[in-house]
């Protein structure tokens, strides 16, 4: 029997680490995890990972990251000790143990994504190399970033100034809601089957957008998986004409075989994904070519590294990858860094043109889009660092800040 087989996973793991020279590879210990939460579209969770060498990684996680400070107080308990370098066998321990406590999706798998996040940011300052090197290398240098309108009303004052915005400031794309629960013409409070009515409202809304913008700015459009497969079908045909670059969750994500008969029923690209978790939760949705753009939120897929091979799975479908982003300039340039080293990415999104004031003052490097794109950083790690006293105008009352924890 050889030595190796003899000795235990740790033992095993250390003997490893034992073998490189130090040159090659510093030796760190995690020792302590920290969290801070912010409030500006929903909810983020700020995650911390210190090592006994200085150094700390820092992540974000967003929309499922109620909880998930409780979340990262227990992963904390396993990780404290640990080298951080090993970051993709850190995150599948945390993964595997956790499945009979929800590893499937939700808070557990955002939590997961904070702190892998910022353990590549870790990584990379500890490596001294930008995190898309670490997960591959560039294949491009700048991002594409679509801008979110988050507009009230499409025929307002207000949107027309946005609209301005948007094409003055570079975009190349931007993205509309057209779901609305306070549509006069709906017959019911609670069950989603748009009548007449709101159709006839929603292509009048796209319409005016569409007639708005100059025909080089796509158009994406949202429909937050609220109707139902019978109404997803009729807007998908109904917006044939306006060629958009996709059309967002018509129906739920859950079935998969609801939103694979939309997108065959029409030409109207059928975009899908941002509250799918990991590789597993693209899965069905590739195989049954149920959408024909893939959209997962990297605060919450999973991670970088996971984020990376969701985008790989869709490209085995020829299927590009266009980000869900709600994040602040710290998770979008951690999003940057997979965007930058995935053949098929399409576009990545950006949602605080309600918030310009903080975005532009939530880290020190300022403003990180200009004309529509995002060059990546190229500083060690994710390359961005916060600015704690513009970031704590958004934080979540009552919270507590990157505290120590003193309990093992
Ligand atoms: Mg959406």
């Not at 409030?39 to 929309?63: I, K, P, S, W």
């Not at 532009?360 to 990546?376: A, D, L, P, T």
């Not at 916060?386 to 919270?399: F, L």
Request: contains cysteine; proline residues 5%.
């Amino acid at each position: 029997m050889s030595s190796a087989a003899v000795l235990s996973l740790p033992a095993l793991a250390r003997a490893v680490q034992n073998s490189s020279t130090p040159y090659q590879r510093p030796k760190l210990k995690i020792t302590d995890i920290r969290t801070a939460e912010v409030m500006v579209h929903g909810l983020q969770t700020h995650v911390r990972v210190y090592t006994d060498g200085g150094l700390f990684g820092e992540g974000e996680a967003t929309d499922a990251a109620q909880g998930t400070v409780g979340v990262m107080r227990m992963f904390r308990r396993f990780l404290v000790g640990q080298d951080p370098l090993n970051v993709e066998a850190l995150w599948e321990r945390l993964r595997t143990t956790g499945i009979f406590a929800g590893a499937q999706g939700g808070q557990y798998i955002t939590a997961l994504t904070g702190l892998e996040i910022a353990l590549w940011d870790l990584a990379g300052k500890a490596l001294g190399l930008p995190v898309y090197q670490l997960i591959g290398g560039k294949f491009r240098d700048r991002v594409r970033m679509y801008c979110d309108s988050d507009m009230e009303d499409p025929m307002s004052d207000e949107a027309t100034r946005k609209l301005e915005w948007i094409r003055t400031n570079g975009f190349t794309a931007m993205k509309m809601d057209i779901d609305e629960a306070k549509d006069p013409a709906r017959f019911d409070a609670v069950n989603w089957t748009a009548s007449n009515g709101e159709i006839d409202r929603m292509v009048k809304w796209v319409d005016h957008i569409r007639g708005a913008v100059p025909k080089q700015i796509d158009l994406a459009v949202d429909m937050h998986g609220r109707y139902d497969a019978t109404t997803g079908k009729r807007v998908a045909i109904a917006l044939e004409p306006y060629r958009l670059l996709w059309l967002e969750e018509p129906v739920p994500p859950d079935n998969i075989d609801a939103m694979a008969d939309i997108r065959h029923s029409t030409k109207t690209p059928i975009c899908c994904g941002e509250n799918l978790y990991m590789r597993w939760g693209f899965r069905e949705l590739l195989e049954k070519r149920a959408a024909d753009i893939i959209m997962p939120d990297i605060q919450k897929v999973g991670g970088l590294a996971e984020a990376k091979k969701v985008a790989d799975l869709a490209h085995t479908f020829f299927v590009p990858f266009a980000p869900h982003c709600v994040v602040s300039p710290i998770g979008t340039m951690a999003s940057a860094h997979v965007c930058v080293a995935i053949p098929n990415f399409l576009v990545c999104e950006w949602h605080w043109i309600n918030h310009l004031d903080l975005w532009r003052n939530f880290v020190k490097e300022g403003e990180i889009i200009h004309q529509g794109h995002i060059s990546v950083a190229d500083r060690p790690g994710l390359g961005i660092e916060m600015n704690e006293e513009a970031a704590r105008k958004a934080q979540v009352p009552g919270s507590t800040w990157f505290e120590p924890n003193t309990q093992s």
